[in-house]
């Protein structure tokens, strides 16, 4: 145990696999053709219950609070310029990225070395464990918490002048109440999806998000009708962070407080545990169904299970009465059976002396890599923030104006994120197939997989990008209002193009197992952002910001699918590139007619910012189709890969009787 206390990650996660083995000698994988055991629970994959029914329900659960958690936290930026201006739109979009930094680096990767410690207890069945590591994280994340607060705290006025505007030092000052909150929050959250009980966990996640967008908009209606001025409006914006964060941890703090007084008084507050019995039973059902032939080999939770998890060859005899075979089985299980429940008590006991000191410090040694890996986007926004207003000042432009501008900067980014949010999502439901096809060895299967994901990344960017240059000011005075800064609104909507390759290059490298080269891919991208707004800011203001961020993401995007080929082997034939180009230039067609014809008889009839959204809305879906329906019929896609997909087999049919995609068998 002491050895496994200062173990790597590598070793961490090599613990959890002991603790989870299962019958046929694996070590938290599942046996071909056979349900998972209790052990199964532990793996890398964390939480108790493995893969059972209720296990994925409540994966889907936490991957729809993220996907609206991060919807409500993109699209709330709009309401907010609309509130308060460009200015403090600016700032917020300064000390945000900043605030995200510190945060990651006080929490990204302590969930998943909580759930990990976690899993770990609670295969072994200590519960008593699993509290002392949700006490230890506590403990540990509040320490960083408050060291996170006072760095910001103190630190506003320094940071504010880097930003380049001093009024953003109360926006500063009050993200830094959020650092009370937050990591506590990160350290619950751990310790349910360790115990593969998901729904505290994203109860929280949506409390948290819903909340603070709520009350971020509150104190900005209410200081703006009050006549704020915008550095306080700015700090109201931030200070929406440790509202919603006072929320998240209200609701999983309640929730644990509620499991505790339920046990208490006598019920069962483990949901988690009610889940992994069901799902166990349910495994065992039908095996149950065919005999207990199969209990001799330690399946089916016979008698050998408990030789097998004690690390005893069960016996390959085959007796043919069965009542004397189990009585037999049942004589020589007893020593083992008792040996294990020794190694068990034993190893309960040696964790029950573990130092809560000792535990963190594990915790910290699990949790660094998945931080380095998860500073990598928060760093490229960073460098914006620190750059883009202080370079537009060095053209004799004041802070304010620097700043408003930075604002008109940051209008197109919102939209951006949502492209590139939902290209995440795309690609996070190939990652299980890759790792699959990755586990069994099938070359095959990952070159096609790979191929079609790079092919959907590039051809779906660049319509989005297209569409986002192309409508740029319609989009921009719907949202904002005005027109004002529509060229770089285009520029960087051209940038929707690099982030969706990278983060579904991303979600492929990280199904073969290597997640660490997107993380290099995003900070070589953060450099090279750095080095060309230096280079092209002062000369070229908000649109070299743009034309920066283009260069540096297109860059990390051709060297993540380069990664990708070198793994897989994937290629995107000729054909099919031609057919999405072909799509492309229709689309973009098509835009440029409807725009421009449409917008003066809109305007004759609409407000101006009524006819823009109709204008956008309506060109949106129109180029869409059209771009799709291209693409489809010029073998952008084929028939046999879209039945390849989850439910690609009744879209595939319904597009071959529409006449857009050719059946090729």
């Not at 050895?3 to 603790?19: D, I, M, N, V, Y």
């Not at 739109?89 to 990204?108: E, K, R, W």
């Not at 190694?343 to 000191?357: E, I, K, M, V, W």
């Not at 990344?457 to 529509?486: F, I, R, T």
Request: a positive charge.
């Amino acid at each position: 145990m002491k050895q496994k206390q200062a173990g790597s990650l590598a070793e961490g996660a090599g613990s959890a696999g002991r603790h989870a083995r299962v019958p046929g000698g694996q070590d938290g994988r599942h046996g071909e053709g056979r349900p998972p055991s209790r052990g199964d629970g532990a793996d890398r994959r964390g939480g108790s219950g493995g893969t059972g029914p209720r296990f994925m329900k409540g994966a889907a659960l936490m991957g729809g609070a993220m996907l609206v958690s991060k919807a409500l936290g993109t699209l709330q930026k709009i309401p907010m310029q609309n509130i308060a201006g460009d200015r403090v739109f600016g700032i917020y979009n300064a000390v945000y990225p900043l605030y995200q930094l510190l945060l990651v680096l006080v929490t990204a990767g302590f969930p998943v070395a909580i759930s990990l410690l976690v899993a770990e207890r609670e295969a072994a069945g200590d519960k008593h464990g699993s509290e002392r590591v949700l006490a230890a994280s506590v403990r540990l994340l509040a320490a960083c918490g408050v060291a996170g607060f006072l760095l910001l705290w103190t630190g506003a006025r320094q940071i504010a002048d880097w930003l380049g505007d001093d009024a953003a030092a109360q926006a500063v000052r009050a993200s830094s109440l959020a650092f009370w909150v937050a990591p506590v929050m990160a350290a619950f959250r751990g310790y349910y999806q360790g115990r593969g009980h998901m729904l505290p966990s994203a109860a929280s996640q949506l409390a948290e998000q819903a909340v603070r967008v709520a009350g971020m908009l509150a104190l900005l209606l209410a200081g703006w009708q009050l006549g704020w001025p915008d550095a306080r409006l700015a700090a109201g914006a931030t200070a929406g962070s440790a509202i919603g964060g006072t929320a998240g941890l209200a609701a999983i703090a309640a929730y644990w407080a509620w499991e505790k007084r339920r046990a208490a008084a006598g019920g069962n507050g483990d949901g988690a545990a009610k889940e992994r019995a069901a799902d166990r039973e349910d495994a065992r059902a039908p095996k149950r169904a065919r005999g207990h032939g199969r209990s001799r080999d330690g399946l089916a939770g016979g008698p050998g299970a408990h030789v097998r998890a004690a690390g005893a060859r069960p016996s390959a005899e085959q007796r043919p009465d069965e009542a004397a075979s189990r009585s037999g089985l049942e004589e020589r299980a007893r020593p083992e059976t008792a040996a294990a429940a020794d190694a068990r008590a034993g190893g309960d006991a040696a964790a029950a002396g573990t130092s809560l000191p000792a535990l963190m410090k594990r915790l910290a040694l699990l949790a660094v890599p998945v931080t380095l890996g998860a500073l990598a986007l928060p760093v490229l926004n960073v460098v914006d923030a620190f750059t883009v207003p202080r370079l537009l000042q060095g053209d004799g432009l004041a802070q304010p104006e620097a700043m408003s501008l930075f604002g008109l900067y940051s209008r197109g980014q919102p939209l951006v994120q949502l492209v590139v949010m939902v290209a995440g999502a795309m690609g996070g439901a190939f990652v299980p197939a890759l790792a699959g096809a990755r586990a069994s060895g099938d070359a095959d299967g990952i070159r096609r997989q790979a191929a079609l994901v790079l092919r959907a990344a590039w051809s779906v960017g660049a319509a989005a990008a297209v569409g986002l240059a192309l409508l740029a000011e319609p989009m921009n005075v719907m949202l904002y209002a005005d027109a004002a800064g529509s060229r770089t609104f285009a520029l960087v909507g051209c940038t929707a193009l690099a982030g969706t390759v990278s983060a579904l290059a991303a979600a492929v490298l990280q199904g073969l197992g290597t997640a660490r080269t997107p993380a290099l891919l995003m900070l070589t991208a953060a450099a090279l952002k750095a080095a060309f707004n230096a280079a092209l800011v002062p000369a070229y203001g908000t649109a070299g910001a743009a034309c920066s961020g283009i260069a540096a993401l297109t860059a990390a995007a051709l060297l993540g699918s380069a990664a990708v080929r070198r793994a897989t082997g994937a290629a995107v034939p000729a054909r099919r590139a031609a057919g999405v180009v072909l799509a492309l230039a229709v689309m973009a067609a098509a835009l440029v007619l409807a725009e421009r014809g449409g917008a003066p008889l809109l305007g004759l009839v609409l407000p101006p910012r009524a006819a823009a959204a109709a204008l956008a809305l309506g060109c949106t879906a129109l180029g869409g189709a059209l771009f799709f329906a291209v693409a489809l019929r010029f073998g952008g896609v084929t028939a046999r890969e879209l039945r390849a997909l989850p439910g690609g087999e009744a879209i595939a049919a319904r597009l071959i009787r529409l006449r857009l995609l050719r059946d090729e068998g």
